[in-house]
């Protein structure tokens, strides 16, 4: 059911704008852990939903950001597609908005790609009450700054997503995994170099001792590739690529700061104390650190960067610090969609 609460929303901006009183934008509210906490009056955008258009032969998604994400999930699902990022949901109130403005991917973000990479264009409602659109409903679409996909990832700081349009994929005709006893050196050097390879992977994990590797396409397919590389196959493997994506795998219970460092390829092992779990062949590894232990250092000393995911004490940094003409353009950016500072404020550093 399409639901457009556009004017509603303006107008408690423009209020809040005026009057500078801070808003912290909530859609449904799984993700509220990532980033810094934020204080503020709740904008509420969950019952601003509905998909507005599915083409499923364009391969073209576009839905209002409260629209939840099981519901946007189950309409490709009857069409034969799916979002090709396997976003996390963190909880069943997950919505389209805060998927975006997270920019959070599963399993398959090394091979697929980013969310940003999926973002045809988008409607957003400005820190002033403008409602502006950026970018469009087709591929072609590419004329001007590409606004849509800076929003992806930008923690709605820059803006409240009202509208999203997303490029689509088929779903494969099945899939595989397989595991593999290996250390982390080895896991690390043999993920990469199938990455490289022709071979249909499309996502890949070390934990615990064992590589686990998944493949899709056609049974013959999956009888080749199980047939050079050997391994177990994994019953129940959509289970163990969920517990990954929404980190209900035991490597994530408990209050342990949980760091998350992405890292270029083939970095090497990091000097961090502790066994990571690790993800995307490598270029995302996960771990749980004492508290007041920092991943900062050890992910730059290697060309990547840290991120406190979980469990971060309140008031500090949870990224990595920005050079500081990165940082320059952040506020400039900011002040020219949010003028008054009042969406989001300090979600993403404490001075944004």
């Known amino acids: 059911m399409d639901r457009d609460c556009t004017s509603a929303l303006v107008e408690q901006v423009r209020e809040a704008s005026v009057r500078r009183v801070p808003l912290r934008v909530v859609g449904g509210d799984t993700k509220r852990f990532h980033g810094r906490a934020t204080e503020g009056r709740a904008l509420e955008t969950r019952e601003h939903g509905g998909i507005l258009r599915h083409d499923p032969a364009e391969l073209v998604l576009t839905a209002r950001a409260g629209t939840p994400l099981a519901e946007i999930e189950a309409a490709l699902a009857s069409k034969g597609q799916r979002l090709p990022f396997e976003p996390p949901h963190f909880g069943s109130g997950a919505t389209l908005g805060g998927t975006v403005a997270c920019g959070l991917a599963g399993p398959a973000r090394a091979w697929s790609g980013p969310l940003r990479d999926f973002v045809l264009g988008a409607r957003v409602l400005t820190g002033d009450g403008r409602v502006l659109r950026f970018g469009g409903e087709v591929m072609k679409n590419v004329a001007g700054y590409d606004v849509a996909r800076l929003l992806a990832g930008s923690l709605g700081i820059l803006g409240v997503l009202l509208d999203v349009s997303l490029k689509v994929l088929p779903r494969p005709p099945g899939e595989r995994t397989l595991a593999l006893e290996m250390d ?89 104390e502790g066994t990571p779990l690790v993800e995307w062949n490598g270029l995302q590894r996960w771990y749980r650190c004492p508290p007041g232990v920092t991943a900062f250092a050890a992910a730059s000393a290697v060309g990547g960067h840290a991120t ?45």
Not at 323 to 349: F, Q, S, T
């Open 184 to 272: 982390e050196a080895t896991a690390l050097t043999r993920l990469a170099e199938l990455a490289r390879s022709a071979l249909p992977l499309s996502a890949g994990s070390w934990i615990d001792g064992r590589a686990y590797l998944r493949f899709e396409g056609s049974d013959a397919t999956l009888d080749e590739v199980q047939r050079r590389l050997g391994g177990e196959v994994v019953a129940e493997s959509r289970d163990f690529w969920s517990g990954l994506r929404e980190q209900s795998h035991p490597f994530f219970a408990g209050d342990a700061p949980l760091w998350r460092c992405t890292l270029p390829p083939l970095a090497p092992q990091l000097s961090i």
């Open 308 to 352: 406190l995911f979980r469990h971060a004490p309140a008031g500090v940094d949870v990224f990595s610090p920005l050079p500081p003409a990165m940082l320059r353009l952040h506020r400039a950016l900011k002040r020219e969609l949010d003028p008054a500072g009042i969406l989001n404020p300090g979600r993403m550093y404490a001075d944004l």
